[in-house]
């Protein structure tokens, strides 16, 4: 799942998918409303691509966090649990470390996966296996190499046309 293009700003509330660039920053509209606005380069700005959550052994993606949530739902978008029941809820998925992450980040967490599925961002189709992806891209790097050479070929009986030409 490609997260590059979602954006979680400081001090704005949801999340924000790239639109544009602009001259002093990127143009984002809001998953939540619709709404687009110019995000300043002086904004604190995070792709979704960048975060991870704190576990056990190891730091663990969102877009994995977000990908167990998503299978195990069915796609679905679900409540928030209340305040008590977050750590729970998100230990159901899986074993972070409840020492340095805050019962807000995982509000947080709820709340943007459910945004994610709403504007169908979060889809199956949008999560793959790594080897699907390594496939799919040899395969449209092979297409397209076969277009550069049948380019190519037909460049070169062009020039031979014309230099055929220009002798007689």
């Keep these: 799942m490609d997260l ?3 954006f979680t700003i400081g001090g704005k509330p949801g999340l924000q998918k790239l639109v544009a660039k602009s001259a002093n920053g990127v143009i984002v509209e809001s998953l939540v409303d619709g709404k687009r606005f110019n995000a300043y380069s002086s904004y604190k700005i995070s792709s979704l691509e ?5 576990c056990e052994n190891e730091d663990v993606p969102l877009a994995d966090v977000l990908s167990k949530i998503a299978e195990k739902n069915e ?3 679900i ?6 029941d977050l750590f729970s809820e998100l230990n159901s998925y899986i074993p972070f470390d409840q020492e340095r992450v805050y019962e807000s980040d995982v509000k947080k967490l709820f709340t943007w996966y ?3 599925v709403k504007n169908d961002i979060l889809t199956p ?3 793959q296996n790594p080897e699907e992806d390594t496939e799919t891209e040899i395969e449209e790097s092979e297409s397209k190499e076969k277009v550069v050479d049948t380019q190519k ?4 009986l062009k020039e031979d046309k014309v230099s055929e030409k220009e002798k007689a």
């Design 4 to 6: 590059t293009g979602i």
């Design 50 to 54: 960048d975060i991870s959550i704190y």
């Design 75 to 77: 796609f679905k978008e």
């Design 79 to 84: 409540n928030v649990p209340k305040k008590e």
């Design 114 to 116: 459910n945004l994610l």
């Design 125 to 127: 189709e949008s999560i």
């Design 153 to 156: 070929k037909e460049s070169e």
